[in-house]
């Protein structure tokens, strides 16, 4: 659609261009072949004194107008055909129009001046900077009021192609009046056309302007709207995040510290001094419990995996919790390094920790098997108690915690509950590559 209303801007604009030539080349063939038919004839006295003024060289006058009408036509082609040409570049080639058009027109002795709306119509199309086209507009409007060659004609000597035309018998002045006359009232038309059509081109790009600019501000509040629901997202995932890291260390913690105080109800009347151990124990745990919790809080890592390898950290949880309660937890893995991306290694942990914590808590273990292989590019976690089991599974805050860690490592975790004990399978797709050897 574009590439078609240029096409028409640039045919009107070249009709314009093709009938100022006809007129120009009318005008100069016209004095040039008039003259040279009164000096045949001898009627160079009668006719010089029913004129006022004569161009001195018709000939040269004739090439000079025809040579600067050539300017036009390179100019012309310029613009049309030189699709890259820098905005700088159409302003030079318009302001060339210009001058060729000025020394057209004077050469012409003010005789014909539809040579300005033609600049006129290139200033239109091709002057982008509003300044620089106001400043264009002004200069060929002044032109066309001041080419006026009535009023010159008052105050300087010219020469009127009329007086040349009626040279000729009144068969030949009809046809000479008529081709001069239509010229010059198609040239009006045309660029009349030209302007009306360019005005039409310009109010659609606007409305189209006007319509992509309404869509643009929908889309800018629909993406407002979006961006306002990602960060409520975020917030709430971030809130749930820190709910269940601050859920995961503080219960593993008091679940351990709860289970040894039950110990220790048991043991004070039997044996005080083992007592006094385990709740100096107690203690111990509930401090670095602590620290960890503060740890978990503020960078969202436990504390273990900042200061140890992911094995030892599980390592030493198991041997914590074993202390303090009197459940035995075994942990085995055949893998030589456990070492993976931060996220992954979080999740791990607070799995095991979370898995261990249930057991206890909930399932009355006595028991834990924690074991932790690589099958065919992935991590199998596997932890099993001999508690009461579960028939009947319902998603409380730690398996539901359990399973969103694993599903934001794309994994599958399935809890079986059925039969002797409780078991927490993972299979989590672990980036063995980089931090893997």
């Keep these: 659609m574009i590439d078609r209303k240029e096409r028409f801007v640039t045919l009107l604009q070249g009709a314009m261009l093709i009938l100022n030539v006809l007129c120009v080349a009318l005008i100069c063939v016209l004095i040039y072949v008039t003259t040279g038919k009164i000096l045949a004839n001898y009627d160079a006295r009668e006719f010089l004194n029913s004129i006022s003024a004569f ?32 905005n700088k570049w159409n302003v030079a ?38 300044k620089m086209k106001l400043v264009f507009v002004a200069v060929a409007i002044a032109g066309y009021l001041v080419a006026d060659y009535e009023l010159l004609s008052i105050y300087m000597r010219l020469y ?9 018998s009144y068969n030949t002045q009809q046809y000479l009046f008529s081709i001069y006359n239509i010229l ?24 189209e302007v006007n319509r992509l600019y309404h869509e643009l501000q929908t889309a800018n509040e629909q993406l407002q709207e979006y961006a306002d629901v990602t960060e409520h997202m975020a917030q709430t995932k971030e809130r749930n995040r820190l709910a269940r890291e601050i859920h995961d260390t503080l219960g593993h913690t008091l679940t351990g510290i709860v ?26 745990v509930g401090r670095e419990g602590i620290q960890d919790i503060r740890r978990s809080v503020n960078e969202l890592r436990p504390d273990s995996l900042e200061r140890l390898s992911l094995e030892v950290a599980i390592r030493k949880m ?3 919790m074993s202390k303090v309660s009197d459940v035995r937890i075994h942990f085995k893995t055949e893998e030589k390094h456990l070492k993976f991306d931060e996220d992954e290694e979080n999740a791990i942990y607070r799995v095991v920790q979370e898995s261990i ?44 915690h359990i399973k969103e860690r694993i599903e934001m490592l794309r994994g599958t975790v399935t809890f079986d509950g059925q039969h002797q004990g409780f078991t927490v399978t993972a299979h989590i797709p672990i980036r063995w590559g980089e931090t893997y050897d």
């Design 259 to 284: 289970t040894g105080l039950d110990a220790c109800l048991a043991l004070v009347d039997v044996s005080p001094e083992q007592t006094r151990k385990q709740l100096a124990l107690l203690s111990k």
């Design 357 to 400: 914590t249930n057991a206890v808590r909930h399932g009355q273990a006595k028991e834990i098997w924690i074991t932790l292989e690589r099958i065919e590019g992935e991590l199998l976690l596997k932890i099993h108690d001999n508690g009461i089991g579960c028939k009947e599974m319902k998603s409380g805050f730690g398996t539901k």
């Design 55 to 86: 161009p001195e060289d018709p000939k040269a006058n004739l090439i000079i107008c025809m040579g600067f009408m050539g300017i036009f036509i390179v100019t012309f082609l310029m613009r049309h055909f030189w699709k890259e040409i820098p």
């Design 184 to 207: 010059l009232s198609l040239n009006i038309i045309l660029f009349i056309v030209y302007c009306v059509y360019v005005i039409n081109v310009q109010r659609g790009t606007i409305e």
């Design 160 to 168: 009127n192609v009329s007086d040349y035309i009626q040279y000729y």
């Design 93 to 130: 080639t318009l302001i060339l129009d210009l001058i060729a058009c000025s020394i057209v027109i004077y050469r012409l002795n003010f005789n014909y001046k539809g040579l300005l709306l033609l600049v006129f119509a290139g200033v239109i199309a091709y002057v982008k900077d509003g």
């Design 318 to 320: 198991v041997t914590d």
